[in-house]
């Protein structure tokens, strides 16, 4: 058998890794679960990739955890909040919410837009992540983030395994949570980030 010369052989190992499809720009997420951090008086919303359970938690306050678990558990509001009138100013000016994406994230801030199909153009705009997130439950639009934002912000299924042991207050206002019917969302680590003024212990990310 003819063997292959040594450049020849590194000459193709190139070409296969060149011909191999590079990773999609953007991961797709899913909304798991909404979860209250009593001791950060803040609820984290479970994001998690379709590709390999890594999640992507984004701290939010009250208000928009609410929302959010509500649209979460396919439930109205008692009343109607922001989030509602958002939607119908979409619609009755003639759009139609197609995607939302959070697609940066700098200073421990993300940011994050929102796509508006309308007749035959896009609209891009940008929003809070918690209000896109809402947003999305509302429009069942899909929800992703990119792989930067991944790799800075998210916590491997690792991370929380190691992380799973320790005591903590049982999750779930909505979702997957103690208040649906699902066993509940792993629990994970808040992100080892500061808030700006630096608190006196890790704070997490603020929307």
């Given amino acids: 058998m003819r063997s292959v010369p040594p450049v020849h052989a590194s000459l193709l190992a190139l070409l296969l890794l060149s011909a ?3 990773p999609a720009p953007l991961i797709r997420l899913e909304v798991k679960d909404v979860i209250p951090l009593k001791e950060l008086k803040q609820h984290a919303v479970v994001l998690v990739s379709r590709e390999d359970g ?24 008692p009343h109607p909040l922001a989030h509602d009138l958002l939607d119908r100013l979409v619609t009755t000016l003639g759009g139609k919410l197609t995607e939302v994406r959070i697609d940066e994230i700098k200073d421990h801030v993300y940011s994050s837009h929102v796509f508006i199909q309308q007749a035959n153009r896009v609209l891009v705009v940008e929003a809070r992540p918690s209000d896109a997130v809402a947003m999305a439950l509302g429009a069942k639009a899909p929800l992703f983030t990119t792989r930067q934002v991944m790799a800075e912000g998210g916590i491997t299924r690792a991370e929380i395994d190691a992380y799973a042991s320790e005591p903590k207050d049982p999750p779930g206002v909505g979702g997957s949570g103690a208040a649906g019917t699902s066993p509940a969302a792993p629990p994970f680590p808040p992100p080892p980030v500061q808030d700006s003024p630096a608190p006196a212990k890790k704070a997490p990310v603020q929307l």
Avoid at 56 to 63: A, G, K, R
Avoid at 64 to 76: K, Y
């Fill in 20 to 22: 191999a499809p590079a």
């Fill in 54 to 77: 890594t999640v992507l938690p984004l701290f939010v306050d009250e208000t928009a955890a609410v929302a959010i678990a509500f649209r979460l558990m396919g439930r109205p509001a």
